[in-house]
């Protein structure tokens, strides 16, 4: 006859419940460090992010020339959006070279980026050098592209004019410095879409192409029909990339004529108004909200796809 004692019932309970977890308790030390870590980040965010975008939002319904205290600001409601919308002229063609920024970014440095992209996937010879060279004026800040582009566009010491021995002030001439300064934006903007797509097309199951192949599909073919579309993801972030790259475009503009003389931009036009002579904090940061809010229209859908694609 079998006797069943209290330490065999426990350890048969134990067992037929599975592992029992023990529950580490934090001491003092770990405790503060992990209060730290939520509390500082928090902070900083909600002192460098959200309080002055709050502060921008507040102060677009006021006028304030920054002298005084913050009881000096005059409150006028709508009045500094409905001015920029009627009396200001420079709004309308600021919306318009943004606009023209974005659809040259995502036509031209876009498509030149995935075709690079297509080419260097196929690990040809010096691949590596070719992906350096092109990734290289990225790591370059925008003014500083300015001022090496300067040594193409210049008017009397210029490649360009030099070589077609002609005088064209390309940032200076309103006709055609837009375009200019757009050429060298998508020489930087170019190298990181190749990148992205790059580490895009690295991530393809290989199989995909391999099945693709038996139906008979050439590349193009393969690449458009079957890789393409799985890079949904990458497509996205490219997308919102540009959004907001065309709309926070401001170091090459102010470097060569502080958004003025047809390089009119909202960003540039928020800096001539909070920090230029007329130091108007109201008006520039009702332009900021403006460009705020269509950014964050942008931004919104982005995270709309992304929280759909988790859910799948």
């Known amino acids: 006859m079998t006797t069943t004692t209290p330490s065999t019932t ?8 599975g592992p029992t977890r023990v529950r580490r308790r934090l001491g003092v030390v770990d405790r503060i460090v992990v209060v730290l870590m939520v509390v500082v980040p928090a902070a900083l ?12 939002v507040a102060l677009s319904f006021g006028t304030w020339n920054g002298i005084g205290g913050l009881d000096r600001i005059q409150w006028v409601g709508f009045q500094n959006y409905h001015d920029i919308a009627t009396i200001y002229p420079p709004f309308w063609p600021a919306m ?8 040259f970014l995502f036509v031209f440095p876009t498509m030149l980026g995935i075709f690079l992209a297509v080419i260097l996937d196929h690990e040809m010879k010096f691949s590596r050098f ?7 004026p990225v790591v370059l800040s925008l003014a500083l592209i300015g001022f090496i582009w300067q040594l193409f566009y210049s008017r009397d010491q210029g490649l360009i004019n030099d070589v077609f021995h002609t005088q064209v002030d390309w940032y200076g001439d309103p006709k055609i410095n837009l375009w200019a300064v757009l050429v060298a934006t998508a020489w930087r903007h170019t190298g990181y879409v190749m990148l992205l797509y ?3 097309l690295k991530s393809v199951d290989a199989s995909l192409r ?4 038996v139906d008979g599909a050439n590349q193009w073919q393969t ?16 997308l919102v990339i540009v959004v907001i790259e065309s709309l926070r475009a401001f170091d090459l503009v102010w470097v060569i ?16 108004n909070v920090i230029g002579e007329a130091t108007r904090y109201g008006f520039g940061s009702a332009l900021a909200v403006i460009m705020m809010a269509i950014s964050s229209v942008f931004i919104a859908i982005y995270l709309r796809i992304v929280f759909r694609e988790e859910q799948r």
Not at 210 to 213: M, P, Q, V
């Open 10 to 17: 426990t350890s048969r309970a134990s067992s037929s419940t």
């Open 257 to 272: 004529n502080k958004g003025r003389n047809g390089l009119e931009i909202i960003a540039a036009l928020v800096s001539q």
């Open 130 to 136: 070719y992906q350096t060279a092109f990734y290289l």
């Open 198 to 200: 790059l580490a895009g």
């Open 45 to 56: 965010v909600l002192l460098l992010v959200w309080l002055p975008a709050f502060g921008s």
């Open 96 to 103: 318009r070279h943004n606009l023209v920024w974005l659809v």
């Open 210 to 213: 391999e099945a693709a192949a």
């Open 223 to 238: 690449f458009f029909k079957v890789v393409f579309p799985v890079m949904r993801p990458i497509n996205v972030i490219v």
